[in-house]
């Protein structure tokens, strides 16, 4: 057995696991796991930006980054959590540049920003009484918050935070796979990973340890994810009895190439894109008049769907167009600056969306519109964990000692019920550094504690239980099963017929999953055995995303339930927490959404009142 | 546009089996819109499980999936069918660096070099409490070489690479400029004392091979030259884009 000891253990080297990695490693003895190269990671396909009211460009201010973020996610969002998030997200920016992000310029040289979708501030020119569509109706307007480096921000952040831990010295494992937590009395203790180029075991034995294993969007039949993005770290965790929080909250990126899924960035259309019907209408001033398609990811998503519902998909099929033509956006008025643009503008602005186009669609976007549909894109759920990336124990907010998340793979929970554009990378490094911090003060206050036998015996005998066995059928048959039924029946739109046959489609894949192996038994580069394990995990995320969706019998932000269409806070102004039993779901909990109280005339009132949802 | 049928030939080397690397040849159905990428998948995922590849991101900017592809260097994710000139469709490993597994190539070699020449903002100034400034022209000086994906396309397609392991290559080279012409930077000195050295940018013989290989387009060999020409002149402009003549 190959053993290891590190005070922290970090699986994942996208931007929630290196931010933490530079922390951490300041302080405690860290290394890094992970099952890709570093700089393989998918925080490297974000495009359009980063969040931080840095007030470059106009004013802003980070209350209303808060607000916008708590608004966007349909209230469901902790407002303490968010509120760190925006106010810390000024100097973590700030720390970026110094750490040599190439962010672009301003003509003063400050870093530049750009309009993203569902982020604002309150319009100086308001008039509740002026008429409807005029500019002072609108009581926000939107606003320059996303710092940017062409479309390829999230290249940067993760070729400069790699490029740290280099000088730094941080310790890799590249191409190891973690595989299971070490789980003693509660706590948790380190990991079991495979060295994927030789199979062999190895066990790292920590004091703190984060999962920050991204998203798990492969779960669904048309996604911006990667392959790679199957949610190890939060299956792994609730196969622990570990609950996961908000799992029926999964966004859905309203413009991804038609059958693809891959993403054109919402930059596109805070650079003045624009969505056409097959009937060439701008179907989104009848579904957002004010922020039209710059309203949030989910309202756009559903307006797509609905048009293509309505038979007023391009062609009667189900995919509609963005327009980010010069033309199209000078003809609209629709420009970030209000000045007339040309192409060579936009091509500056979006070089890799036209790229990407070029490629993948044979469409140049300079000259024709692009075809796009709804992508499954980002995991507003996850493992629930505090401001200090903490796991939870359950709905009571106890921790589990040693055990963290940060990144797509938790949730803190401050994107709520739908993120906003440009949330998750400052999610990553804010939250990446608070806890990487907070993971190292908790290794140096302890000393290591005892390892039970043989804490590899649990994977060992599973990998060679899928090895023994034969290959009844191809467990890709059962991976697209699964993405198909999650597409159709847990997607944009959901109901109690569609969710209960979901349901019961997994629990056939679950036992067929469990009688079929693989045809790979070597042990270099053993790729299909791992897909096969990397299923199973999306296999329980997904009968957990879709017990969730069941219990919530409401819509709000990203879930929408067809036969409950309205958001209900009365009963369900509160998180899930859902926990294992056995093979299958078991009990769901809820937990309060943290609030803001401060003192109005001398009562307690909420900072950020309830409100329905409009853009 | 209809399916067709090709032949896809891999290079096929499984250590725990094969003694010496040998073709293998499988028929697959594919639409002319699907990936080079998508095609290895399907004949993996429904002939044969042990082909070893890597991939993640499936669009080109992870880097994962760098390999010959009808004898020049790609990401099998860009390629699509539609692209090829004929319905017999060869993959190989990417040269100059040791075979794992089939398509699969030790990445550590070509890792190590990319470290060895400090690519990371050196800067020992104190910050300011906000931004760094930096004029868009400044910015604009080393956008190119930001754009790596460290792939490898191109290192492994250079022949002085291929002769002699040691040279840090072409990427390392393009993540060395990165620095050297950030106005922010002040490793400069330090870099190009490395990149003068008998493996660093004199290996160069300007093929133009790594400019050819480079799915982000990158004007590798200009780079290249840039760093040659401030070897010669010692001095960095870090202000302007400079136009090198790119003929040898
Ligand atoms: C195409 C695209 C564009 C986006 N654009 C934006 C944007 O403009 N702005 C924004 O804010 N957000 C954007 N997002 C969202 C954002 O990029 C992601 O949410 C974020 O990058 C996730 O980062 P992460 O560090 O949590 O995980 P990732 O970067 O996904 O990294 C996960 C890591 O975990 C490792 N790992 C996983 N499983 C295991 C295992 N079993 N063992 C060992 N290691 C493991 C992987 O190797 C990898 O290193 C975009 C997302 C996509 C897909
Ligand atoms: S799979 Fe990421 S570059 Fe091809």
């Not at chain 1, 739908?418 to 302890?446: C, H, I, K, Q, Y």
């Not at chain 1, 995303?545 to 102004?573: C, I, M, N, W, Y």
């Not at chain 2, 060869?90 to 400090?118: A, C, N, Q, R, W």
Request: charged share 25%; net charge negative; aromatic share 8%.
């Amino acid at each position: 057995m190959n053993y290891h000891r590190f005070d922290c253990i970090i699986v994942g080297s996208g931007g929630a696991g290196l931010m933490a990695a530079l922390e951490a490693s300041k302080l405690a003895g860290t290394a890094v796991v992970s099952k890709l190269y570093p700089t393989r990671s998918h925080t490297g396909a974000a495009q359009g930006g980063i969040a931080a009211a840095l007030a470059n460009l106009e004013d802003d201010t980070w209350e209303n980054h808060a607000y916008d973020t708590i608004k966007g996610g349909d209230f469901l969002v902790d407002q303490t959590a968010a509120e760190v998030l925006c106010r810390e997200a000024v100097e973590c920016i700030y720390d970026l540049e110094h750490m040599g992000l190439p962010f672009d310029r301003t003509p003063d040289g400050r870093i530049s920003q750009r309009r993203f979708g569902g982020h604002t501030k309150p319009n100086p020119v308001y008039d509740p009484a002026a008429p409807a569509g005029t500019e002072a109706a609108k009581p926000r307007i939107p606003v320059k918050r996303a710092c940017h480096s062409a479309d390829r921000t999230g290249h940067m952040i993760l070729q400069t935070l790699y490029q740290q831990c280099i000088k730094q010295g941080v310790t890799f494992f590249d191409e190891f796979h973690m595989l299971d937590l070490i789980m003693v009395e509660g706590e948790c203790r380190g990991i079991v990973a495979i060295e994927i180029a030789t199979s062999e075991l190895h066990v790292f034995h920590a004091k703190s340890v984060l999962l920050a294993t991204g998203g798990f969007g492969r779960m669904f039949k048309v996604s911006s994810n990667a392959f790679a993005l199957t949610g190890d770290g939060p299956a792994i965790a609730y196969r622990h009895g570990i609950p996961l929080e908000d799992m029926e909250f999964y966004q859905f990126h309203p413009t991804g190439i038609y059958r693809l899924g891959i993403l054109l960035s919402e930059a596109c259309r805070g650079d003045g894109g624009v969505m056409f019907n097959g009937e060439g209408e701008r179907f989104m001033e009848k579904y957002a008049p004010n922020l039209k398609d710059l309203a949030s990811r989910d309202v756009c998503s559903r307006s797509i769907y609905q048009e293509v519902r309505a038979g007023r998909g391009v062609g009667g099929k189900d995919y509609v167009y963005l327009d980010i033509r010069a033309e199209t956006i000078n003809k609209y008025k629709t420009s970030p600056t209000g000045e007339p643009v040309d192409s060579a503008w936009v091509s500056k602005r979006l070089p890799d969306i036209i790229d990407f186009a070029r490629t993948y669609l044979g469409v140049d976007p300079i000259h024709e519109p692009m075809p796009i549909q709804p992508t499954a894109h980002y995991a507003m759920g996850g493992l629930p964990t505090d401001v200090h990336g903490r796991v939870l124990r359950d709905e009571s907010g106890a921790f589990i000692a040693g055990l963290y998340s940060a990144g797509e793979s938790a949730c803190v929970s401050v994107h709520g019920a739908n993120r906003l554009g440009t949330n998750s990378l400052v999610d990553l490094v804010v939250f990446g550094r608070r806890t990487g911090r907070e993971m190292a003060r908790f290794a140096l206050d302890r000393p290591f504690q005892s390892l039970p036998p043989k804490p590899e015996a649990y994977v060992k005998a599973e990998i060679e239980a899928v090895l023994a066995r034969p290959r009844v059928e191809p467990w890709v048959k059962i991976r697209d099963e699964m993405q198909r039924t999650m597409m159709d029946e847990c997607g944009v739109f959901r109901t109690a017929d569609t969710l209960t046959k979901a349901r019961d489609v997994l629990v056939d894949l679950q036992n067929r999953y469990r009688s079929t192996g693989v045809q790979d038994k070597g042990t270099v580069f053993n790729t299909g055995l791992l897909e096969v394990l990397e299923l199973g995990c999306l296999l329980d995320l997904a009968q957990a995303t879709v017990a969730s969706a069941l219990a919530r019998k409401e819509s709000r932000g990203a879930h929408s339930r067809e036969d409950f269409p309205t958001r209900d806070d009365s009963q369900f102004f509160r998180h899930t927490f859902i926990f294992k039993d056995g093979e299958y779901p078991g009990r769901i909990g809820y937990k309060d959404v943290d609030v803001i109280l401060r003192q109005v005339d001398g009562r307690m009132e909420p900072k950020y009142p309830l409100e329905i949802r409009k853009y | 546009m209809s399916m067709r049928t090709l032949t896809v030939r891999i290079k096929r080397y499984v250590p725990e089996r094969d003694r010496a690397p040998r073709w293998e040849e499988f028929k697959v159905e594919a639409d002319p819109h699907d990936r080079v990428l998508d095609v290895i998948q399907k004949v993996k995922w429904d002939q044969d499980e042990t082909i070893g590849l890597r991939r993640s991101c499936a669009h080109g900017v992870c880097g994962s999936d760098a390999m010959r592809i009808n004898g020049v260097n790609r990401l099998a994710c860009k390629v699509l069918i539609k692209s090829l000139p004929s319905d017999v469709l060869t993959l190989e490993p990417i040269l100059g660096l040791p075979v794992i597994k089939d398509l699969i190539v030790d990445m550590k070699p070509f890792f190590d070099h990319y470290k060895s020449v400090l690519p990371y903002l050196i800067n020992d100034d104190p910050p300011p409490t906000t931004e760094r400034l930096q004029s868009p022209e400044e910015r604009a000086r080393f956008d190119d070489t930001t754009r790596c994906i460290l792939c490898a396309c191109c290192t492994a397609a250079c022949p002085p690479f291929w002769g002699d392991d040691k040279y840090v290559g072409p990427a390392a080279i393009v993540n060395a400029h990165r620095f050297i012409f950030d106005s922010r930077d002040r490793g400069a000195a330090e870099r190009l004392d490395i990149l003068n050295d008998t493996e660093g940018v004199w290996r160069c013989r300007t093929v133009f091979n790594c400019t050819n290989a480079c799915p982000r387009e990158i004007k590798v060999t200009q780079a290249i030259q840039e760093v040659k020409q401030a070897l010669l002149t010692g001095e960095v402009d870090t202000h302007s884009i400079v136009n090198i003549h790119q003929e040898t």
